[in-house]
């Protein structure tokens, strides 16, 4: 069983940055990918970004290569998400979401996700 908490998330201006952090509780966090994903209201949930278990393997959604970073510290149990140069259509809930094995960008096949955090951008 794992259990993820977000944080990081906040109200900001258009152009700011944020750092959004996942928590992971269990054991062998390491041979979990994992992934960011967002729903904006009136929305589907989407695919923001995902990484591997050891970290070398990466992937972005068009919509926010370049300017979020996807990154883990395995030592730590914790995944981030450097969100720089922000945009107001990247208001959502964004979620944390793990699962064995290989990377995924669709939401089906992860087995956990967090509460999600809230990031709001002003323009």
């Known amino acids: 069983q794992v259990q993820l908490v977000e944080s990081g998330g906040g109200l900001v201006q258009a152009g700011d940055s944020l750092r959004l952090s996942c928590a992971a509780s269990?054991?062998?966090?390491?041979?979990?990918?994992m992934g960011w994903f967002r729903q904006a209201p009136g929305k589907e949930r989407e695919f923001v970004a995902a990484?591997?278990?050891?970290?070398?393997?990466?992937y972005y959604t068009i919509d926010v290569k370049g300017r979020f970073t996807i990154s883990r510290d395995n030592a730590k149990n914790t995944m981030y998400l450097q969100m720089n140069s922000l945009k107001p259509e990247d208001t959502a809930v964004y979620y944390c979401?793990?699962?064995?094995?290989?990377?995924?960008?669709?939401?089906?096949?992860?087995?956990?996700w967090g509460q999600g955090t809230q990031v709001t951008v002003a323009s």
């Open positions: 269990g054991r062998a966090f390491s041979n979990y990918a």
């Open positions: 979401a793990a699962k064995w094995g290989s990377t995924s960008r669709d939401p089906r096949p992860y087995d956990y």
């Open positions: 990484i591997s278990g050891s970290g070398d393997i990466t």
